[in-house]
């Protein structure tokens, strides 16, 4: 069963109100925020790309996983965030929906209008549908998208990411410049769709360590190409590290370059790697007055 399209018509006098068979209720003036939230879900040029929403009452969280199960991204948009949030259910609900029907629905207007654009959102568990309703210099669309019953066969159950990762000491973690850090992986972006890439990270607890010391490497090598980048102790790229033992993980590109999509938009990223070569990335978002996440978990690659 696949999800329908999304279809665009002229509201004549949408009210927004919540009826009788709505779930969740919300409203945001900037219809940006939720659309650069949502793009740190997609997963390469899939165009129906299902992604598991769970509603309750502190807000609408987003969670996207690769096929293989190797990598799992998280967004929430909390309640904070809208001008106004209401749930009516005493307990949480869940569903599935293709992410790329909303960032269209989002785009209605244009990319350029986002920014000007106001969303109502709602959500029927007894329909399966979710409504967005857009208005931008008083003109109005609806976009209403169908939605599916979370098949839990088909996702990761919740929690074992998270759980993997917990499993295994953390032996380093850095914070950065988002902006930097895309810079500073800009050569990457080359590399062939099969290639892995090696994160290492060197301890930086000895008192003899130099501030120009080498504490974070990112390297790929391939038949055709070969990549390779440092950040050192005194890097205007770092905010913060502790490393206590060497670590080194390789983790295959196309997923890394996912979990690091967000980076652009991004203030800043906080990096882990444990004793197992699992690795965390929260990307902090400057959204308005607002601060969200995007919450990435990559498996080290097997190979």
């Not at 949502?38 to 769970?54: E, F, I, T, Y």
């Not at 983790?251 to 004793?275: D, H, I, K, Y």
Request: hydrophobic residues 40%; proline residues 3%; negative net charge.
């Amino acid at each position: 069963m696949e999800p329908t399209d999304d279809f665009y018509s002229a509201y004549d006098d949408p009210t927004g109100a919540p009826t009788s068979m709505t779930t969740m209720s919300c409203a945001i003036e900037n219809a940006k925020h939720m659309h650069t939230l949502l793009a740190s879900l997609l997963l390469g040029r899939k165009k129906d790309q299902l992604v598991r929403c769970d509603i309750d009452a502190s807000g609408l969280y987003f969670t996207a996983h690769s096929k293989g199960k190797s990598l799992q991204i998280k967004t929430s948009m909390v309640s904070d965030l809208f001008e106004t949030f209401q749930y009516f259910e005493a307990e949480a609900t869940s569903f599935r929906i293709c992410v790329n029907h909303i960032l269209d629905g989002l785009g209605v207007f244009g990319t350029s209008a986002m920014a000007s654009t106001a969303v109502t959102c709602s959500y029927s568990a007894q329909e399966g549908v979710f409504s967005m309703v857009l208005t931008d210099d008083g003109v109005l669309a609806e976009c209403s998208i169908k939605t599916m019953v979370d098949d839990e066969h088909n996702d990761c159950s919740l929690g074992v990411f998270e759980r993997s990762f917990e499993g295994a000491k953390v032996l380093g973690h850095m914070i950065l410049a988002s902006n930097a850090l895309h810079d500073a992986c800009s050569e990457f972006h080359e590399l062939p769709t099969g290639a892995a890439v090696e994160l290492v990270l060197h301890p930086t607890s000895f008192a003899s360590s130099s501030d120009d010391a080498m504490c974070f490497r990112m390297q790929a090598h391939t038949p055709t190409s070969s990549c390779e980048m440092e950040l050192h102790k005194d890097s205007t790229a770092i905010v913060q590290v502790q490393v206590e033992a060497t670590i080194a993980a390789s983790f295959q590109w196309t997923l890394l370059q996912a979990g690091l999509q967000v980076l652009p938009v991004a203030s800043e990223s906080f990096l882990r790697l444990n004793a197992q070569g699992f690795c965390s990335i929260q990307h902090m978002l400057l959204l308005g007055s607002h601060r969200a996440f995007v919450d990435v978990l990559l498996c080290p690659d097997a190979a």
